[in-house]
T-cell receptor, first 116, second 113 residues
């Protein structure tokens, strides 16, 4: 069964460093997402991406965040200068079919980011 | 804006007990509703979905009903197992295209043998 894969599963970084979280969405999907889950809290939407550009972003997704689809398969989230409060589980998701609301998003296993 | 409210846990039950996890939402129009489950150490897996009022879903013994009149989407299971121990998230999406999911805070379910 096709799945969304994320690497690495766990990343530890020093405050102020840049990190790139990587995702390979399901190959025929059109919409790509990043979510984060701070420990013990709810899953929060960060950004959606379609047709090689950002479609929507939340207020969490400020200038220190960026996303890219550098080739036909990868979808990355970059955090330019990490802060302690960026420590969270980051989930990538993808979804098929434009204009159809009832298709579910498929999630990756997540990358646990720890900023020290 | 959209919001999802679900009962907070942890909810602790004995094996074979009946489970209800309440979920209510606020949204304009007709959102699609989902239950995702997160087992320990794993990512989010889709459990159930409903796209229109009175939709009933069933998966792995879990059931839900989308009730527009009460803006609710409760999750039920007649007889829980230890393996059902996980965090359950209610979520909605509204509109087409690139809209992201709005999640509830999650309900941590613990099933004791």
């Amino acid at each position: 069964e096709p799945e969304v894969t994320q690497t690495p599963s766990h990343q530890v970084t020093q405050m102020g460093q840049e990190v790139i979280l990587r995702c390979v969405p399901i190959s025929n999907h059109l919409y790509f997402y990043w979510y984060r889950q701070i420990l013990g809290q709810k899953v929060e939407f960060l950004v959606s991406f379609y047709n090689n550009e950002i479609s929507e972003k939340s207020e969490i997704f400020d200038d220190q965040f960026s996303v890219e689809r550098p080739d036909g398969s990868n979808f990355t989230l970059k955090i330019r200068s990490t802060k302690l409060e960026d420590s969270a589980m980051y989930f990538c998701a993808s979804r098929n079919q434009a204009g159809v609301t009832n298709t579910e998003a498929f999630f990756g296993q997540g990358t646990r980011l720890t900023v020290v | 804006g959209n919001s999802v409210t679900q009962m907070e846990g942890p909810v602790t039950l004995s094996e074979e007990a009946f489970l209800t996890i309440n979920c209510t939402y606020t949204a304009t129009g007709y959102p699609s509703l989902f239950w995702y489950v997160q087992y320990p150490g794993e990512g989010l897996q889709l459990l159930l979905k409903a796209t229109k009022a009175d939709d009933k879903g069933s998966n792995k013994g879990f059931e839900d009903t989308y009730r527009k009149e009460t803006t609710s989407f409760h999750l039920e299971k007649g007889s829980v197992q230890v393996s059902d121990s996980a965090v359950y998230f209610c979520a909605l999406v509204q509109g087409g295209g690139a809209d992201g999911l709005t999640f509830g805070k999650g309900t941590h379910l613990i099933i004791q043998p």
